[in-house]
């Protein structure tokens, strides 16, 4: 497939100290695209200094502000402001996101658009442990393991912070839903229920946080609370 571009979505909510390290690898994987390539942060409900850093980035990153407090709609507002003010063909647009915790690799765009599928998903890894207990990280990690799938390369993980789909795709599944946690999954569930191919890469991995505090009510965040919860029953 030939794309005419693509566009990438980071919904924040006061992520003023991490936006930056994020975009900054954004923008490193937009460069290494050999297609032009828009970001759209979507700053939701922030009371920090997250709309200070409009303009830093280059004239490609647009900063949109909403009032939702959703995770879902935030991503969904994203790609509703890419579509009425970018255009183009949809069958050869390419729509990515990720969150403003989170740090993709110079290949990220690279990959997804070469996958020949209509949706790709990708997988996670944490750098910085320091917040949890040996006990803890090494129960995250073997459960996070067996979900990986040996066939193929393939894995069953869904991450918001590391997918991508077909702009018509998105569109035609009627996209984003609504939802303050498991925006990510409800989307793979509706392109999976509709037929389109989805590839699942266990080889393109972004750099998440491991904070016990994050902004979707069931997201990441809590999958590691949990996971710590459990050094006090061991």
Avoid at 99 to 121: E, Y
Wanted: charged share 25%.
């Amino acid at each position: 497939m030939v794309w005419d571009g693509a566009v990438v979505v980071i919904p924040a909510h006061d992520e003023a100290r991490a936006l930056p390290t994020c975009l900054k690898a954004v923008v490193t994987a937009a460069a290494c695209a050999s297609v032009p390539v828009s970001i759209v942060v979507v700053l939701d409900s922030c009371t920090d200094e997250s709309a200070s850093l409009a303009g830093r980035f280059g004239a490609d990153v647009q900063f949109v502000e909403v009032e939702a407090r959703n995770v879902g709609a935030a991503r969904a507002a994203g790609f509703t402001h890419a579509r009425q003010t970018i255009g183009g063909d949809e069958s050869r647009i390419w729509y990515a996101t990720t969150d403003a915790d989170s740090v993709v690799d110079p290949d990220w765009l690279i990959r997804q658009m070469g996958a020949d599928a209509d949706m790709v998903l990708g997988v996670v890894r944490v750098a910085n442990w320091r917040q949890h207990s040996a006990a803890s990280v090494r129960r995250y990690l073997a459960g996070y393991r067996a979900k990986m799938r040996r066939a193929g390369g393939g894995h069953d993980h869904v991450h918001g912070a590391n997918m991508g789909f077909r702009a018509d795709g998105y569109w035609d599944i009627g996209g984003f839903a609504a939802l303050t946690s498991d925006e990510d999954v409800d989307l793979v569930r509706r392109f999976e229920r509709a037929g389109r191919r989805i590839h699942r890469d266990a080889g393109s991995s972004v750099v998440t946080s491991a904070r016990v505090q994050g902004r979707a009510p069931r997201g990441f965040a809590s999958h590691l609370r949990t996971v710590s919860r459990r050094d006090g029953a061991a």
